[in-house]
Structure formats: C-alpha cells, structure tokens
C-alpha cells in the first residue's frame, strides 16, 4: 500500500481509537434529564367568564419529546384522534397509542405521562430523559370540564445550535382541538365533522380585555 494510503489508514485508526476513548464523555453529552414545572393558573380569579361551578382540573397529561417529524398539535392543523380523545374526555391511551406507534417509526424518543390535576390553581411536575437524536418536547393535557379545550405545548427545542437547552420558561394557554361545536365549558357533546383546524380558545372564557388569559406557566430545567 502506498505511504500516504498507510499515513490515512493509521490516521483512522487513531481517530478511532480516540473515539472510542471518550465515548463516555460523549455519551453523557448525548443525554440529558429535565425537570418540568407546570404550574395551572386557571381559576374563577383568572377567567372568571361562565366559570364551572363546580371547579375546574385538567386530565391526564401526556407528553412525548420527539423529531420534527412528530407533532402533537400545531396552530392551524387538524388534531390526530389521540389529541381528539384527550381533549374531549380527558382519554390518553388512543394519543399513547399514536406515540408508541411513531416511536417504533423513530419519530418520538420518551414518552411520559402525569396523574390528572383535581383542583386548580395547582402544579404538575414531570422529569423526562432526553437524547439528541429527539430534541423536541411536546405534551397536552384537557381543560376541563370543556367541550375540546385543552392546554399544552409543542415543539419545544430541548437542543439548541447543539447544545442542550438549560432553562426555558413557557406561558400556557388555552386551546380548541376543533373537533367538538359545544361552546360553553358544559355544553353537550356536539362532534364537529369534518374536523376543523386546532386553534387558541378566543371565545370570553379565554379572552379577557388584555388578550388572550393565560392558564399557566411551565418552567423546564436541565437537571442533569
Ligand atoms: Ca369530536
């Protein structure tokens, strides 16, 4: 073999080598853990408009951290049945249905999920693993009572230029999945077919004089 072929060869294997040295390292800076503080605001105080008598809470919540081509919900989009159940019925497992189905696709990395909220104002409190190979973070959870209302976030960049995000702090508000018509918190089930596009609640329960009321904050941590 000629030398410069030689000089490449053990050029490679000493990269290798090196590679396999400090893959640890690496590994470790391939994962990451993050805390996320959820904290509901949503309360007569705060959106005071038809506010259900007997109390609000929110359902079970469901998250995912995924790739961008995953999407729990996007302004504008039809929601999928999963997000359809959920916000309707505070039902998760058609939506966990969809995310194993789309982890075994290499679309979605961890999948979690948090007991329902009985009362708010309260909090939730979730840590969810990450990889790099999944830098987006997305969860729901229903409004409820509603008739398809429900709150949460979508692609939240848990990577940025490489780099795992530290902190970041999210406002939360109120959207409709576009598949039930009803119109109040109470209203009965009235299936909206076909399905219209998710969208912010901009009736009076969810828009006050200063915009649109927020119904909480999310404060995202890296703890490891
Ligand atoms: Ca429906």
Redesign the pocket.
Known sequence: MPASVRTIVSASIALLLAALLLSPALADEEKATFELTINITWSPGTAPFEYPKAGGHLSRLVGATHRNRYSMFRDGHTASSGL?ALA?IGRPDILKAELLDAQRRSRVGTIFELPRLDKVPGQMKAIVSATKEYPLLSFVTMLAPSP?WFTGLSDVPLVLDGKWTEAADFQLLAWDAG??SGKTYVAPNA??QPRQSVRLVSTRHFLGRRGLITVGSVKLRRVK
């Open positions: 359809e309707e398809d598949s039930d299936d909206t």
